[in-house]
């Protein structure tokens, strides 16, 4: 069985860096094919891709978020971390991290994250 | 980006009716379209992928169909579980993208 939990801050002051990490269970990050993306969900903008890991930590990100983004991974824990540098209250949303490289076949709860002062 | 474009945002059906939304693509995504079902409070669940592939577990009442740039999702008999929000995403080309949603009441 497969599944993905986020964990990390629900509370950042603006211009501050947010971490969130993925752990997963059920399946390998260095197996070929496989992926963990990151996605959040924000109350204007629906649901907002933001950045995948592959199999060969190869990485892509949403180019409007590029310079703020960084995915990585440590395969002996089964994480992914997350990090966006510089957050604003536009950054307030459910960030969520789920498996698969274009189609994302199982999501994690998802994580609640607040910007604000 | 490619823009995903959803409709209706809102639609009320009653249960045993047929149920259909549309998504349409700026531009060609070559079939690469999913779709995604959200209860709130919870994480959106794959339903269809490749336009039109059932995912393991799905009932058979989903559906997915495609012609260029346009995709629809049916329902062919509401149930009282679909009552959620539908969302389509394309990874034809990166970024990713998704539609704004369709809520169906």
């Known amino acids: 069985q497969i599944t993905l939990k986020e964990s990390g801050p629900t509370l950042v002051e603006p211009t501050q860096t947010l971490t969130l990490t993925c752990s997963f269970s059920?399946?390998?990050?260095?197996?070929?094919?496989?992926?963990v993306g990151w996605i959040r969900q924000t109350p204007g903008k629906a649901l907002e891709w933001l950045g995948v890991?592959?199999?060969?930590?190869?990485?892509r990100y949403r180019p409007s978020l590029a310079n703020r983004l960084t995915i990585t991974r440590d395969t002996s824990k089964s994480q992914v971390v997350l990090t966006m540098t510089n957050v604003d209250p536009g950054d307030t949303g459910t960030y969520y991290c789920?498996?698969?490289?274009?189609?994302?076949?199982?999501w994690g709860q998802g994580t609640v994250v607040t910007v604000s002062p | 980006d490619i823009e995903m474009t959803q409709s209706p945002s809102t639609l009320s059906a009653s249960i045993g009716h047929r149920v259909t939304i549309s998504c349409r693509a700026s531009?060609?995504?070559?079939?690469?379209l999913a779709w995604y079902q959200q209860k709130p409070g919870k994480a959106p669940n794959l339903l269809i992928y490749q336009a039109s592939t059932l995912h393991y577990g799905v009932p058979s009442r989903f559906s997915g169909s495609a012609s260029e740039t346009e995709f629809t999702l049916t329902i062919s008999s509401l149930q009282p579980d679909d009552f959620a929000t539908y969302y389509c995403?394309?990874?034809?080309?990166?970024?990713?993208?998704f539609g704004q949603g369709t809520k169906v009441e």
């Open positions: 789920a498996q698969g490289t274009g189609v994302y076949y199982v």
């Open positions: 890991i592959y199999w060969d930590n190869d990485k």
């Open positions: 531009q060609s995504v070559r079939g690469w």
């Open positions: 995403q394309q990874y034809g080309e990166l970024p990713w993208t």
């Open positions: 059920g399946f390998s990050l260095t197996t070929s094919g496989v992926g």
